[in-house]
């Protein structure tokens, strides 16, 4: 039998990565218990108020309040005072089928503001909910602008999820092109996450037939000597030289 809600919650404060698992899985059934559902959100609301914000509870409280449609609520939820909170409320954007459309375009402008945290881990976290909202961005080039500064985040755990974010983006990303740059850069990066980011987000752009040829050297360095990614690396060459021989392979246009 699932315990009671805000034992959950209590238990899930000290718990070890092993138990958290199962905690989650009960906190999951709880959430989709109707006749639990109000105490749950119940429950949640006071573990925040009681000193115990977390990434898990901003996570279950926001899916509620996005599955509710209470956009208030939700936008409340991601100004909360705990960065934590504010992180696990943007990760719940896109991690529910039940979230409805309108939800999710209007969760946008939150995700948007979010990408000017002062907080790392909320940085981070709206770059991912990104990769799930790309078709109800309003304005592509104000994404564009902040991706390329977040490219250049002091923290790597941002710098990864723009990556990632940019790799995902790219296939419908109308200057994606401006990103060569940078995304050269991120090939360098002391995080191999980030290097394996990049990597991919070339590949995209090189299936897009986006030049990489500046790219190519540190690429093939890697298919050579990165163990982290280096398949990552070949996918991203493989791209660019099958773009490269299909482009040569191409009949002129003879004028008769």
Request: charged residues 30%; hydrophobic residues 40%.
């Amino acid at each position: 039998m699932t315990r009671p809600f805000a034992e959950l919650v209590r238990a899930l404060a000290t718990a070890s990565n092993e138990d958290a698992d199962e905690i989650h899985e009960e906190m999951l059934a709880t959430v989709y218990d109707p006749r639990r559902r109000k105490a749950a959100l119940a429950a949640l609301s006071a573990a925040l108020d009681g000193k115990l914000p977390s990434h898990a509870l901003g996570f279950y409280l926001g899916r509620h309040l996005l599955e509710d449609e209470d956009l208030g609520g939700f936008e409340s939820l991601a100004k909360h005072r705990s960065p934590a909170v504010r992180a696990g409320a943007l990760n719940a954007i896109d991690s529910s089928s039940r979230i409805g459309e309108g939800a999710r375009r209007a969760a946008f402008s939150t995700v948007e503001r979010a990408l000017d945290d002062p907080e790392a881990v909320v940085r981070a976290e709206a770059c991912s909910a990104l990769k799930n909202l790309s078709e109800r961005i309003a304005d592509p080039r104000t994404v564009v602008r902040r991706l390329k500064q977040l490219l250049e985040d002091s923290d790597g755990r941002v710098r990864r999820e723009a990556t990632w974010a940019v790799a995902v983006l790219g296939k419908n990303m109308v200057d994606l092109a401006s990103f060569i740059p940078v995304l050269r850069r991120r090939l360098e990066d002391e995080d191999s996450d980030v290097r394996a980011a990049a990597a991919s987000a070339l590949k995209t752009a090189a299936r897009r037939g986006v030049d990489i040829t500046s790219c190519v050297p540190l690429l093939r360095r890697a298919a050579q000597s990165d163990e982290v990614f280096r398949h990552v690396a070949k996918g991203a060459l493989a791209a660019f030289e099958g773009r490269s021989s299909s482009a040569s392979r191409k009949p002129t246009n003879k004028h008769r």
